[in-house]
T-cell receptor, first 115, second 115 residues
């Protein structure tokens, strides 16, 4: 079965510093990959997604992610973090086949931003 | 336009009781998903509807859980004989047609507490 690993449960960065959140997936082929953000009291919001093509994907709020097949990774990055980026971030993978798009999520990384 | 809405936002019940959780998807979205998010975990897939039919219910944990979408719009997740382990945030998402590349739009969730 497919799985997603987010090795870092908590990450703290200073405002203005760069950020990288790690995501590794277990899959036999190139999956559909997603990053979502969850702020307190808010629903999950899609930051970006990757299906094929250019392995560097741009998303909303200045985020980007790079798909690396050799490392089975899809890490999320941001050059300069803002205090409003403090939230929980989830990596997810979609199914290879079948109808629908039931997502398998990682356990999340809680981001704290120090002012 | 309006996003995905879920009611109630919070539900406290006693062990053994029956609960219903409601999801209003984005208008025109034929695909609807239910997920469950336990504390410290990522969302876990429960069931996927395409129109009125449950196309994939492989994530329902047992037969105490049931969901309907009789008119292809609003969906209700029903839990019988609730147990303390059912306490979690129940998330609903919708997408336009259910394609694997589509964005799922999540509601704010219903926080269920079983005492």
């Amino acid at each position: 079965a497919q799985s997603v690993t987010q090795p870092d449960i908590h990450i703290t960065v200073s405002e203005g510093a760069s950020l990288e959140l790690r995501c590794n997936y277990s899959y036999g082929a190139t999956p559909y990959l997603f990053w979502y953000v969850q702020s307190p009291g808010q629903g999950l919001q899609l930051l970006l997604k990757y299906f094929s093509g250019d392995t560097l994907v741009q998303g909303i709020k200045g985020f980007e992610a790079e798909f690396k097949r050799s490392q089975s990774s899809f890490n999320l990055r941001k050059p300069s973090v803002h205090w409003s980026d403090a939230a929980e971030y989830f990596c997810a993978v979609g199914p290879l086949t079948g109808g629908g798009n039931k997502l398998t999520f990682g356990t999340g990384t809680q981001l704290k931003v120090e002012l | 336009g309006a996003g995905v809405s879920q009611t109630p936002s919070n539900k406290v019940t006693e062990k053994g009781k029956y609960v219903e959780l409601r999801c209003d998807p984005i208008s025109g979205h034929t695909a609807l998903y239910w997920y469950r998010q336990s504390l410290g975990q990522g969302p876990e897939f429960l069931i996927y509807f395409q129109g009125t039919g449950a196309a994939d219910d492989s994530g329902l944990p047992n037969d105490r859980f049931f969901a309907v979408r009789p008119e292809g719009s609003v969906s209700t997740l029903k839990i019988q004989r609730t147990e303390r382990g059912d306490s979690a945030v129940y998330l609903c998402a919708s997408s336009l047609g259910g394609g694997r590349e589509e964005t799922q739009y999540f509601g704010p969730g219903t926080r269920l507490l079983v005492l």
